[in-house]
């Protein structure tokens, strides 16, 4: 290949592709997904997606104020880096046995990876919940103790307010 030149896809090299090595070939494209659904949870965790921007784990408890979103995303994020990791595991065997065997069954392997993408989205979501839930019940625990505090400080001044500056008034 000449210096500067761009690389072609010979249309003639996929055509000579077996449907195995296709539906195994495939697969790395559960790998691409699983990238996407952890950028998408970076990008919401770090405030650059909008909690009503239909992007993200859109679920009630998250979307329930910025703290939530922020709260359930952040704690997804170790989950769907996980996620990622296990889809690129399968893939990469499922590519192996499947390359070995030759079988034509073989090209099936190619789901496999889909699996641990769809299944990694279970704790994803429970994770993001539950951290959406802890971070509703905090934000709960602070706007009482503020109202308390205010609640005491305005007993506070209605007392001194009664009382004066110590002088009776005649």
């Not at 959406?132 to 019940?137: H, L, P, V």
């Amino acid at each position: 290949m000449a210096p500067g030149s761009v690389a072609r896809v010979n249309a003639d090299t996929l055509g000579t592709m077996s449907d195995e090595t296709m539906g195994l070939v495939a697969g790395g494209l559960a790998v691409v997904a699983a990238l996407i659904v952890f950028s998408m949870l970076r990008a919401a965790a770090r405030g650059h997606l909008d909690r009503n921007s239909g992007f993200g784990l859109v679920t009630p408890a998250v979307k329930k104020s910025d703290a939530t979103w922020t709260a359930g995303h952040l704690a997804a994020l170790p989950v769907a880096r996980r996620t990622v990791l296990a889809t690129v595991v399968v893939w990469v065997a499922a590519l192996v046995v499947g390359l070995v065997v030759g079988e034509k069954w073989a090209g099936y392997l190619g789901l496999v990876p889909y699996l641990a993408v769809i299944l990694g989205f279970v704790p994803m979501v429970r994770t993001a919940n539950a951290a959406a839930a802890e971070a509703t019940k905090k934000t709960r625990q602070t706007k009482q103790t503020r109202k308390s505090k205010q609640t005491k400080q305005n007993k506070q001044m209605q007392k001194k307010g009664k009382s004066g500056n110590g002088r009776r008034k005649h």
